[in-house]
């Protein structure tokens, strides 16, 4: 299954697919596409960044343009929703939908969220929209498809909310995990520490230590440190820099110093962890 919209003019790309055909295969190795999987049945084990996870049946989960996706061939039940910044910005449609930072953005990890009865109705619902408008080809087209995907997205933000730790987070709260969770994936590379990302939002660190255990059991030291490391074994594994490289482009003056905090969190250096990842993997 592939169902395509695209628009010469605007650079606008929206697909639903189950990633079965080939063309729909080489779509996961592009870098400048969102990606929502829907795994309809209980999941094998899927790669994403080179980590092993499984999906429950029912679960959703949303992939950014940086997340390096593999797909088992068996895997069945399964409904993408991919598209460009073009077609939809999640930054530009933040005060609509409310999910950058939180559904896109919001973790070293890419966000699940698990579908109940109704909602399973609702995303069958919009899978059905879906269909429809992608075979009107018409000059309306576009913005059907772009209202429908904006109600998804406002569904599974709604959703994820009430899988939060404490699902009656005010607002503000909220407001301020995603604007520091935008700015760690902004400045990952040259602010290393808390505070600076505090005073970006003029909130003390103590305001941030104690918001996030509403949101997460994350510490805020832990989300930046998660998305170093994250970008770091991405380079390790999918890029030819090397370990003095690679410290540079993630801040660090000194290699060694990388290596250490590497080596720390991963239980060995990058050299090695790169020796062992990289394995049969192809470089994108």
């Known amino acids: 299954m592939k169902q395509l919209y695209s628009s010469f003019k605007d650079n606008d790309l929206f697909i639903l697919t189950d990633f079965k055909c080939e063309p729909s295969q080489e779509l996961l190795l592009r870098q400048d596409l969102y990606k929502i999987l829907w795994c309809r049945n209980a999941a094998p084990e ?15 989960i949303f992939c950014t343009p940086l997340n390096v996706i593999d797909l088992p061939d068996e895997l069945e039940g399964l409904v993408s929703f991919v598209f460009n910044k073009e077609f939809f910005c999640i ?11 939180f ?31 992608l075979d009107i080809k018409d000059h309306l087209q576009g913005e059907m498809l772009r209202s429908i995907l904006k109600r998804m997205l406002i569904r599974s933000t709604r959703i994820a909310k009430e899988e939060l730790p404490q699902p009656q987070i005010s607002h503000s709260h909220l407001d301020v995990i995603r604007k520091y969770n935008i700015l760690v994936e902004k400045h990952f590379r040259e602010y290393h520490n808390v505070k600076d990302y505090a005073n970006l939002l003029y909130k003390s660190p103590k ?10 059991d994350k510490s805020p030291l832990k989300i930046i440190n998660e998305r170093i ?3 770091a074994r991405r380079l390790l594994i999918y890029s030819d820099k090397s370990t003095q490289e690679i410290s540079l482009e993630l801040g660090y003056k000194d290699a060694g110093h990388f290596s250490k905090f590497f080596k720390k969190h991963e239980g060995m250096t990058p050299s090695l962890f790169k020796k062992e990842r990289t394995r049969g993997i192809k470089q994108v």
Not at 51 to 56: A, C, N, S
Not at 91 to 101: K, R, Y
Not at 103 to 122: A, R, Y
């Open 46 to 60: 899927i790669s994403i960044d080179n980590y092993q996870l499984k999906l429950k049946k029912n679960e959703v």
């Open 91 to 101: 930054q530009t449609h933040d005060e609509q939908v409310s999910c950058h930072g």
């Open 103 to 133: 559904l896109f953005f919001g973790s070293s990890q890419p966000v699940t969220i698990q579908l109940s009865p109704t909602d399973v109705q609702s995303f069958k619902g919009m899978v059905a929209m879906f269909e429809e408008d």
């Open 207 to 216: 305001t941030l230590s104690n918001v996030f255990p509403k949101y997460t």
């Open 229 to 231: 490391l994250l970008e």
